[in-house]
Structures are given as structure tokens and as C-alpha cells.
């Protein structure tokens, strides 16, 4: 008989994105890191109390530290303890992970960009990005292309709705609905309607 499955080993679930990150950078390589947590920390993470827009990654004597996310205290957090909301979590991470992010960073010039955070079989997770910043041009080409994109998805079926053959016809059958003295006598002209002359 196979045995059942605990709460949060059948996938992952986002805790909170860093969309910011896409947009500032080239996004080059993925790293997954483990956090290093406290008790009210998780509780905060639970309730998607965390927000990573500020967030970047530094290294720092050979290991890997998470700066500027913040995860705020809930209100039943205990009092014996002092919550910083700001404070520098340790990520966790191989060896063989650190060098290759060390060198990258070190020798290359990449940044260590926070992506995602989520659940991963009930143990917090960190998507980390090797990324390098995009210049001001590249920054409107993406918003370019995002915007395209978005006027091919869903746009162009909005301006087929609203083609001129069908704002005539609703325009034509709002004028043949008024009276037939005041329709025979009325000239439209621009987006007003006047009385034709000698009325």
C-alpha cells in the first residue's frame, strides 16, 4: 500500500514575487536556496507577509545573505522575542552552488537578484537569478514588447467590436428613434444636432 502523502510534499506554492527584477534585469541563470528562518518569520511567511522588491543578494565570507526583504511581524507574535522586519537571512546553499555564484559575481560583474520565494515539501525556497542590468533602451524595448504582445491577446478583438460600420448603425438607429417631425427636420452636424434652416 502506498503511503499517503504529508501536506505540502505533492508541489510548491508562491510566497511572493520579485516582478521588478524581470524588468531591471537579463535573467542569465536560476539558483534555488534554503533560508535560514525564525520561528515568527515562518509564521509571517504563512501568511504572505513578505515582500522582496528591495530585496538583492550579496556574498559575503564565502557564503550567501539575503538583504532588504521584508517580512513583517503578525500581531500574535510573541512578546519575549524583538521581530526585525529588515533583518539579514542567511541563505543556504552547496559549495559547488557558492563558488560558481562567487566567481560569477566576483569575476564576471553578474548581480544576485531575489525572484521568488515558496513552498517546496513545507520548507521555505528562494529562486535567486544571475542577472546583469539592462540599459534604458532595453528596459522600453521589454515594455514594448509586453505591450504588443498585450494589443494582440486582447486588443484588437476590442477594435473589431468597435468598428465605424457598427458606431454608425448605432448612431442611425438613435436618429430614426426620435419623432418624425423633429427627425425630418434636424440636419446633424459634427456631434450636435441642429434644426435644418428655415424650420
Not at 119 to 139: N, V
Request: proline letters at 4%; glycine letters at 8%.
Amino acid at each position: 500500500m502506498a503511503q499517503k502523502k504529508s501536506k505540502g510534499e505533492s508541489g510548491s506554492s508562491t510566497i511572493a514575487l520579485n516582478k521588478a527584477a524581470r524588468h531591471e534585469y537579463f535573467i542569465e541563470d536560476r539558483f534555488e536556496a534554503g533560508l535560514s528562518l525564525q520561528g515568527w518569520e515562518v509564521k509571517s511567511l504563512r501568511a504572505g507577509r513578505v515582500q522582496l522588491k528591495e530585496s538583492y543578494v550579496i556574498i559575503k565570507d564565502g557564503e550567501a545573505w539575503l538583504f532588504g526583504a521584508h517580512i513583517a511581524a503578525l500581531n500574535t507574535a510573541s512578546t519575549h522575542i524583538n521581530p526585525d522586519p529588515m533583518r539579514t537571512r542567511k541563505l543556504l546553499l552547496h559549495r559547488a552552488e557558492l563558488n560558481k555564484l562567487i566567481g560569477a559575481v566576483e569575476r564576471k560583474g553578474y548581480t544576485l537578484v531575489p525572484l521568488a520565494m515558496y513552498w517546496k515539501q513545507s520548507r521555505a525556497k528562494l529562486e535567486i537569478g544571475l542577472a546583469k542590468g539592462k540599459q534604458e533602451h532595453d528596459k522600453r524595448a521589454t515594455e514594448k514588447d509586453r505591450t504588443g504582445s498585450a494589443t494582440s491577446n486582447g486588443c484588437c478583438a476590442h477594435a473589431d467590436a468597435r468598428s465605424p460600420s457598427e458606431v454608425w448603425k448605432k448612431t442611425r438607429t438613435l436618429i430614426q428613434s426620435l419623432t418624425p417631425l423633429s427627425y425630418n427636420n434636424t440636419r446633424i452636424i459634427g456631434r450636435a444636432a441642429r434644426p435644418a434652416p428655415g424650420y
